[in-house]
């Protein structure tokens, strides 16, 4: 029989029912005494991986359910989460099975999954609401917090990645004229550049800065971005230029040649090329950005990135050239893309380009603010806040300067990154007047509070009130259970909804897969919101719940439950912050 998906193969065999036992649910009572009935096993065809995955679970059940498109999906709402972890709905089940009745054969499918990455199914029964599963929760919770770690990392590829060039040609302004679009597109650049080498992609980032003061206003906001001294030769570029152009043309003045782009444009009009591109008007600095794009695809540093995978020797076909671009330097951008196809044979066939939307602050004109007056609002506005709860002498400490700084850079970050990119961005004039605003804030603050609890463990130990942590192999992941069952967040939630799919959110932030068309499809606010969700979850829990508590012996087995899982959380909290260059504090 055919395999309904690469990694699972689906084997029916016959199994003669015991006269007198119980119909299974979704039949009438009878239709399934002393009849043959198909009974499917799910077996693995390939090794996936070791850590659970709600994709490879996902994966199992629909392929369980037969051919056909998808009809599981996972249960977010705490409410849901109370009775199930996945559903298959009434409808979709409809659509796929005559009468809405579900086959024998399916449930027992479902009740027996099992195969790498899958976890481990406790009942399957159906609902008003469809085809409902409930996880061995205990079971995943050991299996996840045996070993945190390989949940906070994303998912790699088993066979070396592509080689991705990222471009922001926004960084070659000077910092006092950077537009708020402008720099959307430069923090939308340095999130993708991590995210991608976080899943081993070798990353190359263009242009390389040479203004030492934009070089410090990147060091302000955590971008992590390549200098450089010198400029590349233009001289080959500059001859192909001169031999392409009309010579009885008079050009303007700094104008090298004026090259016709239409027959290109015309060619590529299906891939989404804006087709009111005529020619283009050759400078030096047009030919100056040719350079450095042609030479960081020709000139791929040895080796890559370090602890990336990666062949430097692939070639320019192995090569993808992702342009992030604000709305005003869309237009320009397109032809530079051109250019480079018409100048160079050699150039990339394939050039993305993902276009950030307009920005602006409320109350202020969107001419009259820079990134720096940006920054410069968002700094005061910390402090002040700072100050108001915690008094004016903390703004002359060291100490607490750097935690000013990283927390500006944080509001910023969230703000500018918790909208899809493409879309138009409406930035508050106060930190305090919007929800939006303060993510950020609120992010760090419960990075700051798991600081603190972990942190107070450790004086415990000190003080001999706890006992040092035990090996994870002796934990009792049994005690993780919501004590009141009446509110919604608990310890499953936190793991379910935060630990165990952290991993399929990295690798879902952006596609590197051969797409159509011009533009790439990201989806950088991905990590924003799920940082987000997760501070809400673990600060409602953390509000409720008492870690540490007393020191009786019959109470360290589930602290230390507690604090293991809470581990999970803190990992997969620093790795969401790293991926959006900011460092963890410590407090706040």
């Known amino acids: 029989m055919q395999a309904p998906s690469a990694r699972w193969c689906v084997l029916v065999q016959s199994e003669r029912s015991t006269a007198g036992s119980p119909p299974l649910p979704g039949r009438p009572p009878g239709s399934s005494t ?3 009935l198909p009974v499917p096993l799910i077996l693995p ?3 996936a991986t070791e850590r659970l995955g709600v994709g490879e679970t996902l994966e199992a059940l629909n392929a369980a359910v037969g051919p056909g498109n998808p009809v599981w999906f996972k249960e977010t709402h705490a409410r849901h989460l109370r009775v199930r972890d996945f559903l298959a709905p009434r409808r979709a089940l409809q659509a796929r099975f005559r009468d809405g009745q579900v086959p024998e054969c399916v449930f027992r499918a479902v009740a027996g999954l099992q195969g790498p990455g899958v976890a481990p199914v406790l009942r399957c029964a159906p609902t008003p609401a469809g085809l409902s599963l409930q996880l061995q929760r205990p079971a995943v919770f050991e299996r996840v917090l045996g070993a945190p770690a390989a949940y906070a990392a994303p998912v790699k590829p088993a066979s070396p990645g592509r080689r991705v060039v990222l471009h922001c040609p926004a960084l070659r302004c000077n910092p006092d004229t950077l537009r708020l679009s402008q720099l959307r597109a430069v923090l939308v650049a340095d999130h993708l550049a991590r995210t991608l080498r976080a899943r081993g992609v070798c990353v190359c980032l263009v242009p390389p800065v040479r203004d030492s003061h934009m070089s410090t206003f990147l060091q302000k906001l955590q971008v992590d971005w390549p200098t450089a001294s010198r400029s590349t030769s233009t001289e080959t570029l500059r001859t192909c230029v001169l031999a392409e152009r009309n010579s009885e043309e008079t050009l303007p003045p ?9 027959e290109l444009v015309e ?11 005529d020619n283009c008007l050759v400078t030096e600095d047009l030919l100056t950005m040719l350079s450095e794009l042609q030479e960081t695809v020709r000139q791929w540093p040895e080796g890559g990135h370090p602890g990336l995978v990666g062949d430097p020797d692939a070639g320019v076909d192995g090569c993808m050239v992702v342009h992030v671009v604000s709305c005003e330097e869309a237009f320009q951008q397109q032809k530079l893309d051109l250019l480079w196809q018409k100048l160079d044979d050699q150039a990339p066939h394939e050039q993305k380009h993902l276009v950030c939307g307009p920005v602006r602050v409320a109350s202020v004109p969107a001419t009259l603010m820079t990134a720096p007056d940006y920054y410069k609002l ?5 402090c002040k806040a700072s100050a108001l709860k915690h008094g004016e002498d903390l703004a002359q400490d060291p100490a607490w300067i750097k935690t000013f700084d990283v927390l500006s850079v944080a509001t910023i970050k969230f703000e500018m990154l918790s909208t899809a990119p493409q ?3 409406l930035l508050a004039d106060s930190t305090l007047s919007t929800k939006g605003t303060k993510s950020g804030t609120f992010v760090m603050y419960n990075c700051a509070r798991l600081a603190t609890l972990f942190e107070g463990y450790r004086h415990g130990v000190e003080q001999g009130l706890y006992p040092a942590f035990p090996p994870v192999s002796s934990l009792d992941f049994s005690l993780l259970r919501d004590e ?7 310890e499953w939630l936190l793991l379910f909804n935060s630990v165990l799919p952290f991993p399929d959110l990295l690798s879902q932030t952006v596609s590197l897969a051969s797409t159509p068309g011009l ?17 809400m979850d673990f600060s409602s829990y953390y509000n409720r719940v008492h870690i540490l508590g007393e020191a009786r012996p019959h109470l360290f087995g589930q602290m230390f439950a507690r604090l293991q899982l809470l581990r999970a959380v803190r990992e997969v909290l620093h790795t969401g912050l790293a991926m959006l260059g900011l460092p963890p504090l410590s407090y706040i």
């Open 34 to 36: 002393d009849k043959l």
């Open 45 to 47: 065809v390939t090794m």
């Open 254 to 262: 700094g104008v090298l040649g004026r090259l016709c782009l239409k």
């Open 267 to 277: 060619q590529r009009l299906a891939l989404g090329y804006d087709p009111s591109i």
């Open 378 to 382: 968002r700094h005061a506005q910390v």
């Open 423 to 425: 879309s138009q961005l």
């Open 484 to 490: 009141h069952p009446c509110l919604l967040q608990g």
């Open 519 to 535: 533009h790439i499809p990201v989806r950088t606010e991905m990590v924003c919101r799920f940082l987000v969700q997760l501070s």
